[in-house]
């Protein structure tokens, strides 16, 4: 079974804070994605990457920046963390091969007081 | 661009009720188109998938057809159970691309009562 994990299910972090999420994958796939998911807005993304070190802006970038050093890890940094980033972030992988289906993490819920 | 509406929730069924979940899409290329299920405390997980006209695509009893001339691809189900409750997602993707994005539609809250 293809598994996607993500380094905690609930942060609670301070405003101004840097704040990291993590996400490992262990299926060998190639594009990885985060989400955020607001009640009413569905899921907005905010990053992806289809390759090592390669990253594009998703809809929802600002606030957020990406890396992706190994293939399996794809990190979600919160350079100085705001009330209005306090969400629901999922993480999802997927093969280029497989018509583009994702697979996702359990989620991460962030609050920021 | 790319884009996928649903309707809004929240629907509240009676266990055993008829489900359709309307989903219509645009898109530029030709599109492959899923359902997604997240049940609650969870991470979404495939439900059904279609990857051209008049496919259709069927899981857990939940059934949608790939329509080009409407755009659509409704979610519906025969008898909704109890265990159905979850937020449904529609979403689909350009083939075209390897980037493999999806576009998703807002989400319908379901809610089956016994």
């Known amino acids: 079974d293809v598994k996607v994990t993500q380094s905690s299910r609930y942060l609670v972090k301070r405003t101004g804070e840097k704040v990291f999420l993590e996400c490992v994958q262990d299926m060998d796939h190639e594009n990885m994605f985060w989400y955020r998911q607001d009640p009413g807005l569905g899921l907005r993304l905010i990053y992806f990457s289809y390759d090592v070190k390669m990253k594009e802006k998703g809809d929802i970038p600002e606030g957020y920046s990406v890396s992706r050093e190994k293939k399996e890890r794809f990190s979600l940094i919160l350079e100085s963390a705001s009330t209005n980033q306090t969400s629901m972030y999922l993480c999802?992988?997927?093969?280029?091969?497989?018509?583009?289906?994702?697979?996702f993490g359990p989620g991460t819920r962030l609050t920021v007081t | 661009g790319d884009s996928v509406t649903q309707m809004e929730g929240p629907v509240t069924l009676s266990e055993e009720a008829f489900l359709t979940i309307n989903c219509t899409y645009t898109?530029?290329?030709?599109?492959?188109l899923f359902w997604y299920v997240q049940y609650p405390g969870e991470g979404l997980q495939l439900l059904l998938k279609?990857?051209?006209?008049?496919d259709k695509g069927s899981n857990k009893g939940f059934e949608a057809t790939y329509r080009k001339e409407t755009t659509s691809f409704h979610l519906e189900k025969g008898s909704v159970q109890v265990s159905d409750s979850a937020v449904y997602f529609c979403a689909l993707s350009d083939r075209g691309s390897t980037l493999g994005r999806l576009y998703f539609g807002r989400g319908t809250q379901l809610t089956v009562w016994p």
């Open positions: 279609a990857t051209k006209a008049d």
């Open positions: 999802a992988s997927s093969p280029v091969r497989n018509l583009n289906e994702q697979y």
């Open positions: 898109a530029t290329g030709y599109p492959s």
